[in-house]
């Protein structure tokens, strides 16, 4: 009987053991209520912030339009490396042929400019009118200096003082000079001069024709100037013509030497005094290297000469020393 108990308990133990476990018990809603709890929860919170719902949207707009332009801007990029070199080259090559184009334009547009600049310069310089002759017996070169027309003004008043230097080069030993003009763009001038060289030398110089305006109290400005080379005329006949005159570079000024003065004007008085000190490295005169200097002191007013004075002659010295008043 205890044997028959005990098999019966284990049938009964696996009986048990081959039974289906009944399935789990269905969730709850509680899951369910937490989340419409959280949505609540939030959408109560969207409608208590501090600002209008218009102002949300457009806030959601600008963030949404940025991470779009982020995305096309990483497309854009990734697309760009993925283009073939010869498309690059070609496209290079093109921007270069404009690039030269262009600037083949500019350096041409440039030149025409200058070049324009250039005649105009040249045109309103004015023109010189001269002669040239040559005495084969005495061996002279005569120039004449007859007139010049349409030269520019000078001056603030709208004119100019011109004068003619003539001189030959290399040698710039001999210079003339005709006689200045008061305020003509037209003078006359009707002068001549003569230059001693011989027909063979003549030909490695060459004249110098150089208009000036005169300027009392200051350097002269050189209006213009004509170069001819000697080598380059036939003197077999005179030569009568018309010259443009050509922008020329101002002559050195020739060193005369150095003055020392001193000026005291005493206004109670109305006195002025003019005392002169000392002069050094004046320039060369006589046959022997020196000068006998002196000093001439003048006093003027609206052009005219109300006074003058001179100091006394330092003989054969080329560094005088006067202290007069």
Not at 45 to 63: C, K, N, Q, R
Not at 167 to 183: A, G, I
Not at 304 to 324: A, G, M
């Amino acid at each position: 009987m205890r044997l028959v108990d005990m098999a019966g308990v284990r049938l009964k133990r696996e009986a048990e053991e081959e039974e289906p476990r009944p399935p789990p018990p269905p969730p709850s809603h509680h899951s369910n209520h937490q989340f419409t709890s959280m949505k609540n929860k939030f959408f109560n919170e969207f409608t208590h912030l501090p600002m209008p719902m218009w102002a949300v949207g457009a806030i959601v707009v600008v963030v949404l339009a940025l991470v779009a332009c982020l995305v096309f801007c990483i497309y854009k990029k990734c697309f760009n490396k993925t283009k073939k070199p010869k498309a690059r080259e070609r496209k290079g090559g093109g921007r270069g042929r404009r690039k030269k184009e262009k600037e083949g334009e500019d350096a041409e547009e440039k030149k025409e400019g200058e070049e324009g600049k250039e005649e105009e310069e040249k045109e309103s310089l004015g023109k010189l009118e001269y002669t040239l002759d040559y005495n084969f017996t005495d061996n002279q070169l005569i120039v004449g200096i007859l007139q010049a027309q349409d030269l520019p003004a000078m001056d603030m008043g709208g004119t100019s003082d011109p004068y003619v230097k003539v001189y030959m080069l290399p040698d710039k030993k001999k210079k003339f000079e005709t006689k200045v003009q008061r305020k003509n763009l037209c003078p006359v001038f009707n002068e001549t001069f003569t230059f001693k060289i011989p027909y063979s030398e003549l030909g490695g110089q060459t004249l110098v024709l150089q208009v000036f305006d005169f300027d009392r109290f200051g350097k002269h400005d050189v209006i213009g100037e004509i170069k001819i080379p000697m080598n380059s005329i036939d003197l077999g006949q005179p030569i009568h013509e018309w010259k443009d005159l050509v922008g020329g570079e101002k002559e050195e000024q020739e060193k005369l030497g150095d003055i020392c003065i001193s000026l005291r004007y005493v206004p109670t008085a109305g006195k002025l005094t003019v005392n002169i000190m000392e002069a050094k490295n004046l320039k060369k005169m006589d046959v022997g290297g020196l000068s006998d200097p002196f000093v001439k002191v003048v006093l003027q007013h609206n052009g005219k000469r109300i006074k003058k004075k001179k100091t006394s002659v330092k003989q054969n010295t080329l560094n005088p020393y006067f202290n007069e008043s």
